[in-house]
């Protein structure tokens, strides 16, 4: 499955931002999928993760309540709506696909999309 993530920019603290990633050349709807995210100067971490049907998702403590995960298997895309954005948000967004919603949080990923860079200004 190959992954094209969209959708970041520049916002202010406080404002909201929804990514896309569209996957392409595979069976999108039998995988998990995920965002996963990377600061300046920090290892990559876990966002969110959403199972095959959409109705299990996990998130980071550090995002849960402000941003969401959903899925259209008959878009074959994915989504992440963030709200109430924080400078510490900061950084390149990378969706990901594996076999499962829980395996996508503890990282085993099978495909990585090419990641879109958010900035949050204070």
């Not at 190959?2 to 406080?14: F, K, M």
């Not at 899925?71 to 109430?84: I, P, T, V």
């Not at 503890?106 to 949050?120: A, I, M, N, P």
């Amino acid at each position: 499955v190959q992954l094209q993530a969209s959708g970041g920019g520049l916002v202010q603290a406080g404002g909201s931002l929804r990514l896309s990633c569209a996957a392409s050349g595979g069976t999108f709807s039998s995988n998990g999928m995920g965002w996963f995210r990377q600061a300046p100067g920090k290892e990559r971490e876990f966002v969110a993760a959403v199972s095959w049907s959409g109705s299990i998702t996990y998130y980071a403590d550090s995002v849960k309540g402000r941003f969401t995960i959903s899925r259209s298997n008959a878009q074959n895309a994915a989504y992440l709506q963030m709200n109430s954005l924080q400078p510490e948000d900061t950084a390149v967004y990378y969706c990901a696909v594996g076999s499962g919603a829980r395996t996508v949080e503890g990282g085993e990923v099978r495909s990585w999309g090419q990641g879109t860079l958010v900035t949050v200004s204070s």
